[in-house]
């Protein structure tokens, strides 16, 4: 986990030739069984990329319906299933794999939840901070300048920025703000301060990237400039403080010629499918049987989809032992590697 990840996020986002897949022959005498499919907002990523998965599998399942349903995320999601058991039997979801680690630590607002278990890839990213000075180049050069952090309590406030700036050494030396997503480009915008953070994924093989709106908007009528994190410093704030922040490169030219002019390491974030522990074994296979066939269709319903490969569902920084049993006997069956 924590080498450096690469221009197209490792191998489990690398674009290839998707082989065609050999159709398993389907137990057609299998009960019926309805799931829910837990995702954030509507509009969001990962709920349109769940509505992908709702889609295809009740197009190619003879048996297994699902129904997505949409809340406010991840944190909401896992505080449903530690507080109603009866929901882990018919359910599966959408998490960061960084909520999912802290939650497994029962670090607020998460509850302590620990069965949770991956099941595929959903997608993956990463971000920086972003700048209009061009004198800003890496965290050294931010002393005296004011930044937004991040709402106060967020994730990205409390497990990413901080940490980052601190093992920096320059958190004590910035004025921060807490603006969030929208507000921090704004007032970047306005002039009143000097860097914010902007979110991205890889869109397109061969190095493109799409940014998020906030930064779309932006980068249509301003020069933005991507500050450094660093890979050595990333790596040291993991470090001290155990949480689960890694590095990403964001190649040069990712949102057009120039843009970045060279390659920026940012911090990276991956989000996944998961199961609780006591979801049947025959349901994830089948979930994931039915995407890895028809894999390709995933791009129909976002641009994070035409990043995904039948060889890459299973890579994320879990050991075997820690994934759904349903979704290793099927990465078994087709000799696929499991795991970063």
Do not use: C
């Amino acid at each position: 986990m924590s080498k450096l990840i690469s221009v197209a996020l490792a191998a489990f986002l690398v674009i290839s030739v998707f082989p065609t897949a050999s159709v398993s022959k389907e137990v057609t005498s299998h009960p019926e069984v309805k799931i829910s499919i837990y995702t954030g907002r509507v509009g969001t990523m990962n709920w349109t990329l769940s509505q992908g998965l709702s889609d295809i599998v009740l197009k190619n399942s003879k048996w297994l319906k699902p129904t997505v349903v949409d809340t406010t995320g991840a944190t909401e999601i896992y505080k449903m299933m530690a507080a109603r058991p009866e929901l882990r039997t018919k359910s599966i979801w959408y998490s960061g794999v960084d909520n999912d680690v802290l939650a497994r630590q029962g670090f607020k607002p998460l509850p302590k939840y620990t069965t949770a278990r991956p099941i595929m890839l959903l997608t993956g990213g990463g971000g920086t901070l972003g700048t209009l000075n061009p004198e800003i180049k890496t965290l050294a050069d931010l002393p005296g300048k004011k930044v937004d952090v991040g709402i106060k309590g967020s994730f990205l406030h409390i497990v990413d920025l901080v940490p980052i700036l601190e093992a920096a050494r320059v958190l004590d030396k910035v004025k921060t703000y807490n603006l969030g997503w929208s507000k921090g480009p704004e007032a970047m915008a306005d002039g009143l301060i000097d860097a914010t953070y902007f979110s991205m994924t890889p869109s397109e093989p061969g190095g493109q990237w799409a940014p998020n709106k906030a930064l779309t908007k932006l980068l249509a009528t301003k020069k933005v400039y991507f500050i450094d994190f660093g890979e050595d410093v990333i790596m040291k704030a993991k470090k001290s403080t155990g949480y689960p922040i890694f590095p990403m490169v964001i190649p040069a030219g990712a949102f057009g010629k120039g843009v970045p002019p060279k390659d920026v390491t940012g911090n990276a974030y991956l989000q996944a499918w998961y199961a609780d522990a006591e979801l049947s074994e025959d349901v994830v296979y089948e979930i994931v049987r039915v995407a890895w066939e028809h894999i390709n269709d995933f791009r129909l319903y976002h641009h994070a989809g035409k990043q995904y490969s039948a060889e890459g569902m299973a890579t994320l920084p879990y050991p075997e032992e820690e994934w759904h049993p349903g979704a290793v006997k099927f990465y078994k069956d087709k000799g696929i590697k499991i795991g970063q």
